[in-house]
């Protein structure tokens, strides 16, 4: 906001001539005075635009409906590149299943910053957070919308799934393919955290007289798969 400043000065003489003169001369000043006051007024606070940002304070967490990690929105006017305290912030998650808001809506505080912990709930995948700035511009309420994906990592290997034929013809090889999941039926991928997690496991099957897991050039008993990024090893 601008501040103004005006020196008004009065004189007073015993000449009624002049003494109207100088009613009329600080009855003006006052009336200028009013109107840079009323001009003033009109002056709006910083509006929160494009400028204003959203961040995760973790990359990854898992989804063990514990797991939290704190989100942090700047409410920013591009143009003075000032914060804007006050603002509304509203967080929604576009799907309840990832995890939720622990604070869904909060002020921007003086240094124009509002947080909120977003809980992960037991789905792994990728939560959209939003996050919703109203503040005013000039009397009208202004909305900036902003976007952040919150990464969740399955939780520890528990099942495994089998997918192999019943019957195998002797003298022939086919494929065994296993998916691992999580106790809440997340996939075990290797999509994440980065770099790539690797997910390592052994299978193991008696061997010998023409049996067991082909390695390439013979059979043993015992051998290492790692999964994919769909939780598949074969």
Known sequence: ????????????????????????RAKAGILILLGLFLLMGTVSADMADSASTIAAGNAWIVANNNDISVITVVARNTSSGSVVPSANVIFTVNDAAYGLMTMPT????AAGVATSSFKAKTRSGTAVITATITSDDNGIPHTTVLNVDQQIDHNLPQTAIFDNPPVMTVGTVSNLNITLKDRYGN???????????????????PGGNGQGLWDGSNYTSIKQLETDSYGNAS
Do not use: E
């Not at 005006?6 to 100088?22: A, E, G, K, M, N």
């Not at 909060?106 to 505080?109: A, L, Q, R, S, Y």
């Not at 996939?187 to 052994?202: E, K, M, Y």
């Open 106 to 109: 909060v002020d921007t505080d």
């Open 1 to 24: 906001k601008a501040f103004f400043k005006i020196d008004i000065l009065i004189y007073f003489t015993h000449s009624p001539y002049f003494s109207r003169v100088s009613d009329m």
């Open 187 to 205: 996939l075990i991928d290797n999509l994440g955290p980065s770099p790539a997690a690797h997910h390592t496991f052994f299978i193991y099957m």
